[in-house]
């Protein structure tokens, strides 16, 4: 049996358990999974050591390996468990392929920032309305699980003072409110990012009104990509939960339905709904849209479309860049070729603040809704591009199959320079050891 080790709150662990459980109820993950609440004491005793970092999710291997980060997880069970694919053939659905690749991207680096500020900012004291008691009681979950439920709580309050400075997170951020800051968040662009998520929301509701799942009647890699930001920040967490679910709720069917655990009205996957026949017996059909299965004949609809082009408009030209700006900090003498990079996005690595923040080589001018701001270059955005690089060579394998690529990448502005990302990657490649990053020399 695979173990994952996780926490309820955790952005990555909503997105790995998703597809974990969706490939036990469909019996494609052999033995299947335990899911085990990550303590400091496991943190410490045991992530760590195999790892090279305390970040979750990260999965056990039956065999006792370990694999850290969530799109390494859904690579390492896909390869072994290939049954049912969560990734179209790129030979026969090439768009709808490289679309999940893209979605994918898109949750995990993009829509990363809204949900990180909206935990946070409303755990202010001077915010309303609050989820502050809600977000210390769930940390509190891991950091003393052998306590009391006040108890529990009141060590979430105390992490969140000693460590992440909560009450001076206006005048001297640190932690995660300084990773805010790494991320480009200031008071003037709030309501740039604000005004994102909702665009984003907007339209996986118009997309989720029409089909079940990103590509139509079950499940993806886009799906479990967006369960990260959906679940358990803009779900779960009790402010952005009650926007999403008053706001949205089309958005909230769909990470219950995609989460499938207590989903019945939300129609799941593998769920039958029933009709009666003539002599009263229950005869069943598949709950979700499209039959149950991805839309044929390799079709992305347009409410898919208008997502993608949120990648192409906002996203894109911050990657472009981030590739400019570490080619040229991996050539400087501030860099040794195949030493370490920084890590995960969401705050400056240790040891690379002086790079990573004010005017630090690792940082870089950006724009988001006409305001324009200055955040850190992160080099696991590169990592997760040489996945898309990947998606899009399998994509494009056949003459066929890179007219229908070339032709859909034509509709964004900017989005057939995709085609030359393998080119752009030259000078700053990154390869990836448990939880860290270094360069590729050459």
């Not at 997309?207 to 890699?221: I, K």
């Not at 358990?232 to 939960?241: C, E, I, M, N, Q």
Request: charged content about 20%; hydrophobic content about 40%; some cysteine.
């Amino acid at each position: 049996m695979y173990r994952l080790f996780s926490w309820e709150h955790s952005y990555f662990s909503g997105k790995a358990r998703a597809y974990l459980r969706y490939k036990q109820h469909a019996g494609g993950l052999g033995a299947g999974y335990e899911d085990v609440l990550a303590t400091q004491e496991l943190i410490q005793g045991l992530l760590v050591p195999a790892t090279g970092t305390g970040a979750v999710p990260q999965l056990q291997t039956p065999d006792g390996r370990f694999v850290q980060d969530s799109s390494e997880i859904v690579d390492f069970c896909e390869g072994l468990h290939p049954e049912p694919a969560v990734v179209p053939n790129p030979g026969t659905a090439p768009k709808q392929c490289l679309a999940s690749y893209l979605i994918e991207l898109l949750a995990d680096e993009w829509m990363v920032v809204y949900a990180f500020w909206e935990r946070w900012h409303y755990s202010l004291s001077d915010v309303t309305p609050n989820h502050l008691e809600f977000n210390a009681q769930q940390w509190g979950a891991m950091l003393a699980p052998d306590l009391g439920g006040r108890a529990r709580r009141e060590a979430g309050h105390a992490f969140f003072e000693n460590v992440f400075g909560i009450s001076r997170a206006r005048t001297a951020p640190q932690a995660v409110f300084a990773g805010l800051v790494h991320l480009g968040v200031t008071p003037e662009n709030e309501p740039a990012w604000e005004a994102s998520n909702e665009r984003i929301m907007g339209l996986l509701a118009e997309h989720f009104s029409a089909h079940d799942f990103v590509l139509g009647g079950r499940p993806s890699l886009g799906d479990f990509g967006l369960m990260g930001p959906l679940y358990a920040h803009l779900f779960r967490d009790a402010v952005s939960g009650f926007a999403l679910q008053t706001r949205f709720p089309l958005v909230a069917e769909w990470v219950e339905r995609t989460n499938g655990t207590n989903a019945l009205n939300s129609r799941t996957y593998g769920q039958q709904l029933y009709s009666l026949d003539e002599d009263r017996q229950l005869v069943g059909r598949p709950a979700t849209s499209d039959g149950a299965d991805w839309l044929p004949k390799d079709e992305l609809p347009s409410s898919l479309e208008a997502l993608l082009g949120v990648f192409f408009e906002e996203m894109w030209p911050v990657l472009d860049s981030t590739l400019r700006v570490l080619t040229e900090f991996i050539a400087s003498d501030a860099h040794e070729a195949g030493s370490e990079l920084p890590g995960k996005t969401f705050f400056a690595g240790p040891g690379f603040e002086h790079a990573q923040t004010g005017q630090g080589p690792l940082t870089h001018e950006f724009e988001i809704g006409g305001t324009r701001g200055r955040r850190m270059v992160a080099p696991y955005q590169v990592w997760m591009l040489q996945r898309v690089e990947g998606a899009i060579k399998r994509c494009t394998a056949s003459d066929a199959g890179r007219r229908e690529i070339a032709a859909l990448l034509g509709r964004f502005d900017r989005g057939p320079e995709l085609l030359e990302l393998g080119e752009r990657l030259v000078g700053c490649r990154v390869r990836k050891e448990g939880g860290r990053l270094f360069s590729i020399p050459g």
